[in-house]
Nanobody, 126 residues
Framework: QLVQSGGGRVQPGGSLRLSCAAGSGSTLDFNAIGWFRQAPGKEREAVSCISFSGTTTTYLDSVKGRFAASRDNAKNMVYLQMSRLKPEDTGVYYC????????????????????WGQGTQVTVSS
């Protein structure tokens, strides 16, 4: 189980940072980590994924250039820095361990997610 923190309410154009930590007795090393969100009445969508080394990331088109995933494996932490937030970024955000991650033809992708975090609410509203 991953443990999330961060989130909250912010005005459009603002910033927030989400954190995702390994639960007691576990580690994030050697696994890519995915970030997801689910808006009210909508299906969950993948937002980002970061490789276990932290050197490779992928993003949902609508958040490219605004969101940045990072990780500190020494601290067993993964972060999602969200900037220039828009009302359509509102939703519950989740992190999860990706059991499978591949890099083919210049494209990084993650799949087979487990150990989901509890979710954290992000509300972007004026």
């Amino acid at each position: 189980q991953l443990v999330q923190s961060g989130g909250g309410r912010v005005q459009p154009g603002g910033s927030l940072r989400l954190s995702c930590a390994a639960g007691s007795g576990s580690t994030l090393d050697f696994n890519a980590i995915g970030w997801f969100r689910q808006a009210p009445g909508k299906e969950r969508e993948a937002v980002s994924c970061i490789s276990f080394s932290g050197t490779t990331t992928t993003y949902l088109d609508s958040v490219k250039g605004r969101f940045a995933a990072s990780r500190d494996n020494a601290k067993n932490m993964v972060y999602l820095q969200m900037s220039r937030l828009k009302p359509e970024d509102t939703g519950v955000y989740y992190c999860a361990i990706a059991l499978t991650s591949t890099y083919e033809s210049g494209r990084f992708s993650c799949s087979d997610f487990r150990s989901w975090g509890q979710g954290t609410q992000v509300t972007v509203s004026s």
